[in-house]
């Protein structure tokens, strides 16, 4: 035990003002995206206003999904009691699944605990059981994808983030005999850019491939119904599976998969994953299933969230402070410096009560550090305004680089 503890010991002292920190919050209910930091062990808590959280629709604070959770939790308790096959589950399990499936206009739909088990626990399945398949994987595509890609055992070739020509090179040279399974998201989590998913669909199609695309960052904002980028260009029917989350858009917990029945049924089958673990509480399911319901019928906070990231998009153009993409609501604000993208997001903590979590590797490759900031449906105009004008001077004072400067090193 000693060698364990010696050798992780040493690792943490190695990564010394780079080791990782997590600043304790409290949301306050119905006051998104305000929230109380614990910022020391002594002296009041802080009021803060959160600019990193994946609620981006404030649905973990709406009236409905808050109604929903407390009415099942007295009606069932607040675990489930098993998993899914033994005990665990619940008839808002049955009724989410059945709704996500409506939502992505697929045949079946399948609920897992989290969105990384779904993506690891579905993946395993779809490019596993089938012997000699090829999974042609993004690049930047997440954690949870890679790690079921790797569990699947499947043959995997890695084509250039978002490069379509590439990934077309890699088919073409492929077995046209062998079945292939091509991963992507739709929105990417840390560069907030978006895949070229009408030529993949394309190429797809082309060359015999079933698709696998992680919409993760883009249910409940895009699209009609909150059906995601592939939705939002009529394209949704031509990925064969679609992955989600709940945790995000929907504002609760849990991840999911929509698709054909017999690939569906096969990963409640098989999937590790599922069948191995304590199904999602009743409540929890209830919630989600009361937002995704909701973001159905209503357009208001997905206009509100897109209003927000064009002006902040803006704002931020005109102050020459650089961004990876304009081309969704994930504003990833480049600092390239691991401790100086620290010091901002501290800075802006202290001094205008801003919480910005600074992003560094394993999330970002090292050298690309940045501010993962994501404006909500919950700020206001002004809010968005007040942001832009702390990060400009935060920036000023920390000499770092704006478009059209050359950045060092």
Known sequence: ??????????????????????????RRAGRFPSAMARTGTTGPDQEISVWCSNDYLGM????????????????FGAGSGGSRNIGGTNYYHVLLEDELAALHHKESALVFSSGYTANDGA?????????????FSDALNHASIIDGLRHSGAEKVIFRH?????????????DPDRPKLIVLESVYSMSGDVAPLEEIADLADRYHAATFLDEVHAVGMYGPEGAGISASLGIAHRFTVIMGTLAKGFGTAGGYIAGPAPLVEAVRSFSRPF?????????TAAGALAAVQHLRSSDVERTRLATNARL??????????????????????LVRDDLKCQRASAMLLQRHGIYVQAINAPSVRAGEEILRVAPSATHTTSDVEKFAEALDGIWEELGLPRNGTPVEG
């Open 1 to 26: 035990m000693n060698q364990l503890l010696n050798f992780f010991a040493a690792e943490l002292e190695e990564l010394g003002e780079h080791k990782r920190s997590f600043l304790e919050i409290g």
């Open 60 to 75: 973990g604070q709406h009236p409905s999904v808050l109604e929903a959770m407390k009415t099942t939790i007295d009606a």
């Open 123 to 135: 993946l395993t399945v779809l490019a596993g059981r089938h012997p000699d398949t090829l999974v």
């Open 162 to 174: 978002n490069d379509t020509a590439h990934l077309a090179e890699l088919l073409a040279a492929a």
């Open 275 to 283: 069948i191995f673990t304590t199904s999602l509480p009743p409540a």
């Open 312 to 333: 902040l998009h803006r704002l931020l153009d005109e102050r020459g402070i650089p961004f990876v993409s304009p081309d969704s609501h994930i504003v990833s604000v």
